[in-house]
């Protein structure tokens, strides 16, 4: 199987590239073009390292107590 490069893929790393240097749902719907999220959702990808950092944060919500529900 071969693995082609094609044009569209950019907007696919770029997006994630934004998304992972924190740009917003709403940021990357405008730079992209994008009139609904689900369209810039698409076109956006999960990377490890941002899965990664959310649970690191997470984890230190918990542990210094800011992580319980409200109630």
Do not use: C, K, V, Y
Not at 18 to 38: D, K, V
């Amino acid at each position: 199987m071969t693995s082609e490069l094609h044009f569209h893929d950019l907007r696919h790393t770029g997006n994630t590239l934004a998304s992972t240097a924190g740009a917003s749902t709403r940021e990357l719907m405008t730079r992209m073009g994008h009139s609904s999220s689900r369209a810039a959702l698409i076109h956006q990808h999960m990377t490890s390292d941002r899965d990664r950092a959310g649970a690191d944060r997470l984890g230190a919500m918990i542990r210094e107590g800011g992580g319980e529900p409200p109630g």
